[in-house]
């Protein structure tokens, strides 16, 4: 893992706290169950690869500390993030979108 998150002391399904989200999100490229990968960088752009296709995006945490990305031309998501802890070591994150409920499970690599 980029960066280490070891020093954090988080259970299972806990939230990303606010000061946190940029932290989780570019400690590592996130694999997710469908093979696709996603990497989140600190200037607020991401890469999202799936079937060997790049698509380029944005992301952003809100004055209400709620995480968002925007995928050109208009596409616009909310997620709620929570930790994955495997063995009381984080191993991942959980994407729950706002409003729609679905939900994306990224494993770091």
Known sequence: MAED???LDVVDGEAVTTGLIPRALTAA????GDGATQVFRADG?????????DT??????????RFCS???????ACYDL???????RIVGLRFVEQGRGSRFDGRYR
Do not use: N, Q
């Open 5 to 7: 998150l070891s020093v």
């Open 29 to 32: 490229e996130l694999s997710f």
């Open 45 to 53: 752009s991401t890469t999202y690869v799936e079937g060997g296709r």
């Open 56 to 65: 380029f995006g944005e992301w952003s945490v809100e004055a209400d500390g």
């Open 70 to 76: 925007f995928w050109p031309p208009s596409y616009r």
């Open 82 to 88: 929570s930790w994955i802890v495997e063995g009381g």
